[in-house]
């Protein structure tokens, strides 16, 4: 969605993979034109989906970089299969590529994109934007070719994270290993480039969410929860399903809380809102089942005839019943184990009343906590601190309410997702991290342009 925003402003173009698993893969893209973006797509052969995707990506990467070092899968032909597949997306990218296009790579699927893309003669200006954390050098070690790793992001001209620990660790990781030498701030020299290191935690478009949970209030779905809730406060949960979201633990907090707190059985409901993710992994069909039977257990034992305390639902909301649902929460429950940013943890906050605002119970381990620590902030391992905050979330005074959701709001108003683009494309484009004007305006695509543009379609 944000990405989308920055395109739509200055025209440009879309490449990645079409979600199509096909099985033979064609290494030129499908275009299509849609007003001034142009989106290039390829599809994946089954092979390169099970070893670059299912594989590498999410049972090796992922799992590093959330510190699950316990889940990490590590398998030769997912490592190669990974290696090969960017390989495979920067040849089908590079002749759609203009001298002066300014290339901007998003997350951990694409890390030796850019080394791909410089072994094919490619010099432009290529920034990455890391959307998961970064661990600490002991940690990140266990990587499956790590020291490649290492060296296909420093091919890069920038590589930026969302928080100041994420960066800090990433540097380490260079000066540890003897990859890169400092030469300026947050500058490192390595296999004779320069690459720029950086923070850039991402928003949300503030505004836009907050009207659109205004307008959620009347929303058929919104409507009947609340009808359905009677005078019981709302606690909400929104994740897809993943172990790092640590929604096991929440919900052991949870009924920690109702056993510590017999005056708000029946007083309280919690709804946890979870479209479930990658089924096809197994340590998430595995925890698929075991978050459910927990939840089936909480109901058993904790609820009553008329009451049922959790409301567990695979399933997924539309964008203004979700806005709406936040809005008429007490308590917003964000506690992941690890988290790059989370974004839910902005909009539960956009998305308050501010005559009678909700409280946030977020995640210490969460990259949002840097920007809202005014929310009640929470170690997510600790069931009983966790259980507590949410009984002092639900009695807090509105003034106090009022008082954190105010300096929160006004953060979420100032990083917002537009302000993000600017700041990263400012700083790829050369300019110091400071630099808060917007950038100057990029090339517009034009149709019939110098690289050839294989069957552009109308969409
Ligand atoms: C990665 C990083 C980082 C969820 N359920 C429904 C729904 N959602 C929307 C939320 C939110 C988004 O999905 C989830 O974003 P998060 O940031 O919370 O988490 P990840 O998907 O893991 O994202 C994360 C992010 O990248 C951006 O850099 O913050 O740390 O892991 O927008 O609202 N939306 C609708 N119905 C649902 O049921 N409409």
């Known amino acids: 969605m944000a990405l ?30 849609a007003g001034n973006i142009t989106f290039a797509v390829v599809d994946l052969s089954k092979r390169d989906y099970d070893e670059y995707y299912a594989g590498f990506a999410n049972r090796a990467l992922w799992p590093v970089c959330h510190y699950r070092l316990d889940l990490v899968q590590i398998d030769r032909s997912d ?26 790579v998003h997350d951990y699927h694409f890390i030796p994109l850019a080394s791909e893309l410089r072994k094919l003669g490619c010099n432009n200006r290529i920034g990455f934007f890391l959307h998961i954390p970064w661990p600490p050098y002991e940690v990140a070690s266990a ?32 000066v540890r290993e003897g990859i ?10 390595v296999d004779g480039r320069h690459i720029r290191t950086g923070a850039f935690p991402v928003g949300i478009d503030t505004e836009a969410f907050a009207r ?79 978050i459910a039977e927990q939840a089936g257990w909480t109901n058993g034992n904790l609820g009553e005839v008329d009451w049922t305390p959790i409301r567990y ?11 709406g649902l936040y809005r008429m929460s007490r308590v917003g429950l964000v506690t992941p184990l690890r988290d790059g940013m989370n974004l839910v943890a902005k909009e539960f906050v956009a998305a308050q009343p501010p ?24 170690n997510p391992y600790d069931t009983e601190a966790c259980a507590a905050a949410i009984a002092r979330a639900l009695q807090m005074p509105l003034k106090e309410r009022q008082e954190r959701w105010t300096t929160m709001m ?9 302000a993000w683009c600017q700041r990263f494309l400012a700083y790829l484009a050369g300019s110091s991290a400071e630099v808060t004007e917007p950038p100057p305006e990029p090339r517009r695509v034009k149709t019939g342009g110098r690289f050839p543009r294989p069957q552009v379609t109308p969409a």
Request: aromatic letters at 8%; one cysteine or more.
């Open 4 to 33: 989308e925003g920055a395109l739509k402003q200055s025209g440009g173009l879309w490449f990645g993979w079409s979600g199509n698993i096909v099985d033979e893969a064609s290494e030129s893209p499908e275009v299509v034109q």
């Open 79 to 104: 490592t190669e299969g990974y290696f090969r597949v960017n390989q495979a997306f920067a040849a089908s990218l590079a002749p759609l590529l203009r001298p002066d296009d300014i290339i901007w």
């Open 143 to 174: 990587l499956p070719a790590y020291e490649r790793l290492l060296r296909g992001l420093s091919a890069y001209d920038v590589a930026g994270f969302h928080t100041p620990q994420d960066v800090e660790n990433f540097q380490q990781c260079l």
């Open 180 to 189: 890169g030498d400092a030469v300026g701030p947050g500058e490192y020299q």
């Open 212 to 290: 659109t949970a205004v307008r959620g209030e009347t929303n058929a779905l919104v409507r009947r929860t609340r009808t359905s809730l009677g005078d019981r406060d709302l606690i909400i949960g929104v994740d897809r399903l993943d172990y790092s979201k640590g929604v096991k633990q929440r919900i052991e907090s949870f009924s920690c809380f109702l056993k510590a707190n017999p005056a708000f059985h029946n007083r309280v409901t919690y709804i946890q809102i979870t479209p479930k993710s990658r089924s096809d992994v197994p340590e998430y069909k595995r925890m698929q089942h075991e």
């Open 313 to 323: 639902v695979n399933r997924t909301v539309g964008h203004a019943a979700l806005a």
């Open 355 to 378: 005559e009678d605002p909700g409280v946030l119970i977020l995640s210490r381990f969460a990259g949002a906590a840097h920007e809202l620590n005014r929310a009640l902030v929470v």
């Open 410 to 418: 006004e953060r979420l108003r100032t990083n917002t997702v537009e």
